[in-house]
């Protein structure tokens, strides 16, 4: 708690305490003696929340009922803190309200903690919409309270159709009795639910599902919510190495779980979790499903080919929202150190480009590196400058259309290296361009769907180059092609 205080309604002096006159820069003999001024602490209140914070005080002494409010205050050293006002007025025998006292109580780790939580949880719902697998969490009673888009997509419904315990109308008829029962004895138990069943997709085909869901508790161990996922299995059970392949697609399955959950915890925990679980699994299953198509298994049917080929794409794209992941949480908590050393960026960009010549050729692009000296050389940490110009130099390919060019030009200025990216590909909205480095934010335009990607790549370029002390904007127009441009400093 700050401190307490005492508005006689009179003369609008206060009377307050020591620790709350400090606070604000005020006098502590002056308002221990109630001489100070009100217009101390309603000048100290941020100008937003002023008049709110008036008219609630106000209301309190006219109805005589005692109010709570929280609101933002800077003190004398100008920090903004988040306070929790309650108050009452005091009236005379003869029901004239002659005094209005209150206390102030410090809120801003609370506030700090909320936010921090709703960060969490918005980017627990970002990474579960954007998984291919089905994803629902439920309450502690079983009733599902978070269906992600790919529930809607393959059965057809609308969520308010399915939540709740609505889910059970697209399931086998065969199949809901020991769906629901198992369902309920976990409830009861607080142990892991498991079941294969099958789905009706929005054409009245069924599918197998593999359904999993996992508790999760408090300090005393009792169950609060569920995580759940589905997985078709409908082409695996139709293989013959259907048993193993499920072994091993659960095993990961039940380690993102694990993030999932641990996600929802803090933001250094999941920069661990996500960099020492979820990518280790997540690349081991990349590896041997890379041995199995390579053959080392042995001779692969056309079906099995084919099956194998979309786990390992699927597996790809997951791989890859977790480093983008991993990069902004590493980014955001402040955890990445610059290791600069000169480097001249006609020849790393040189590099980068002879990296991507064969996308470059496959899409028939004709692209080009323009610089006026042999050398333009910049104080920077070199590998991960890379990441940022093969980010910005592959973007420009994957917007771009086949046959059209793309030219890079480096250019020496006072302030110190101009790097500038042209390309002729489909542009970008006026009204769309501040949307660019904003977190999970993409463009809608002709080649997004096909593309694909995290929404995360040039939020996390922006901030590698704002850490350098340099700057990144871009020029664009719809149809006609974009110019991304980066200053980085010389020194």
């Known amino acids: 708690m700050i401190g307490a205080w005492t508005v006689d309604i009179k003369t609008n002096l206060v009377t307050a305490s020591e620790s709350l006159a400090r606070l604000f820069g005020a006098d502590p003999v002056k308002a221990m003696a109630g001489k100070l001024s009100l217009d101390v602490f309603v000048n100290a209140m941020h100008p937003d929340d002023r008049q709110r914070v008036i008219e609630c005080i106000s209301s309190s002494i006219q109805t005589g009922k005692q109010y709570d409010i929280d609101y933002r205050v800077f003190g004398a050293d100008g920090k903004e803190r988040s306070v929790l006002a309650r108050g009452r007025n005091e009236v005379s025998d003869d029901g004239v309200t002659k005094k209005f006292t209150g206390v102030l109580i410090d809120i801003t780790k609370r506030k700090k903690v909320e936010k921090a939580f709703l960060e969490s949880e918005e980017r627990l719902r970002f990474m579960a919409e954007t998984m291919p697998q089905k994803v629902f969490t439920a309450k502690a009673d079983g009733e599902v309270d978070y269906f992600n888009p ?16 609505g889910w059970t109308q697209f399931i086998h008829p065969d199949d809901v ?87 929802n915890e803090s933001k250094d925990e999941f920069i661990s979790l996500a960099s020492h679980q979820l990518r ?40 890859a929202i ?100 042209q390309d002729e590909g489909v542009g970008i909205a006026q009204q769309d361009l501040d949307k660019l480095f904003r977190k999970f934010s993409r463009v809608d335009n002709p080649l ?17 180059i704002d850490l350098h002390g340099g700057s990144i904007d871009v020029k664009s127009e719809s149809n006609k092609g974009s110019t991304f441009s980066i200053r980085l400093p010389a020194r």
Request: one cysteine or more; proline letters at 2%; hydrophobic letters at 40%.
């Open 150 to 165: 790919q529930w809607m997509e393959f059965t057809g419904l609308s969520l308010e159709q399915i939540r709740d315990w």
């Open 177 to 263: 009795e020991k769906n629901v029962r198992l369902w309920k004895d976990s409830l009861a138990t607080g142990q892991p639910y498991q079941i294969e069943h099958r789905f009706r997709r929005y054409d009245g085909v069924y599918h197998w599902h593999l359904s999993r869901a996992q508790p999760m508790r408090d300090q005393d161990g009792n169950v609060i919510r569920w995580f759940g996922s589905c997985t078709d299995i409908e082409e695996i059970r139709n293989t013959v190495q259907r048993r193993d392949e499920l072994e091993a697609i659960t095993l990961v399955l039940k380690e993102q779980r694990a993030q999932l959950v641990a996600l």
């Open 280 to 319: 280790t699994p997540a690349s081991a299953v990349k590896q041997f499903l890379s041995m199995v198509l390579e053959g080392y298994a042995g001779d692969l049917t056309p079906e099995q080919q084919a099956l194998l080929t979309h786990a390992h794409e699927s597996n790809q794209r997951q791989i």
């Open 322 to 421: 977790v480093n983008d992941l991993l990069k902004v949480a590493q980014v955001d908590a402040g955890k990445i150190y610059l290791n600069r050393q000169p480097t001249d960026m006609v020849s790393l960009m040189n590099d980068v480009m002879v990296e991507q010549a064969a996308k470059f050729k496959q899409r028939q692009q004709d692209v080009s590196l323009i610089h006026k000296s042999k050398s333009h050389i910049s104080m920077v940490d070199n590998e991960r400058i890379r990441m940022v110009l093969e980010n910005l130099i592959d973007n420009a390919s994957k917007y771009t259309k086949t046959g059209r060019k793309i030219v890079v030009n480096i250019s020496q200025t006072k302030a110190g290296v101009l790097i500038s990216i």
């Open 448 to 464: 997004s769907v096909k593309v694909g990607g995290s929404g995360l790549g040039l939020y996390w370029a922006k901030k590698i």
